[in-house]
């Protein structure tokens, strides 16, 4: 800003002389970009000047197919769409209605729980065996398991380096129990 304020305030004369070596340096340019193409090289247009990758460099997202069975909801959602819609109705806002919906279940009884438990898992099985009748390969993936605190973290992680491959075992046969969710790719 206040380059433009002092280049304002320069006389004719003054501003000439800049100009003149503006054009000098744009004509050294254009013959030397000319002799940089005609060598071979080629010219790459630039990143934006906030650091971000131009969006012809970003990943291509991989296509997804129309004819796939719809992926399988887990419990909370099973929860969550059964008591959506009377929440809206009495809060009206999405953002209050998801940050309660998280508060119900958190207080919903065990026995509640399971039913929506067993309606996921007969969904999981449902997807699984449509992605078995499209061809479609289903990966197992791990569940979500209750958060570790952080002395138990530590010492699971210094008692398996420690003891060696006996409770690798013991580990390795506590996460193959946990991964009996399924997904296709």
Sequence with gaps: KQMGVLWGEVSADEKAK??????????????????????GGEV??????????????????????????????????????????????????????????????????????AKYEKLAEADKERYAKECAEKGISVKATTTAKAPKGKAQKRSASSSSSSSGSSSDSSSDSSNSSSSSSSSCS
Aim: proline fraction near 4%; charged fraction near 35%; glycine fraction near 6%.
């Design 18 to 39: 800049y100009e003149a070596l503006a054009k000098q340096d744009k004509e050294r340019f254009e013959t030397d970009m000319a002799a940089f193409k005609a060598g």
């Design 44 to 113: 790459v247009s630039r990143s934006s000047k906030s650091g971000k990758k131009s969006s012809s460099s970003k990943k291509s997202k991989k296509d997804k197919d129309p004819n796939a069975p719809k992926r399988p909801q887990t419990a909370f959602f099973l929860f969550a769409g059964d008591k959506r819609g009377p929440l809206m109705a009495e809060l009206k806002d999405i953002k209050l209605v998801a940050k309660q919906m998280g508060v119900l279940w958190g207080e919903v009884s065990a026995e509640e729980k």
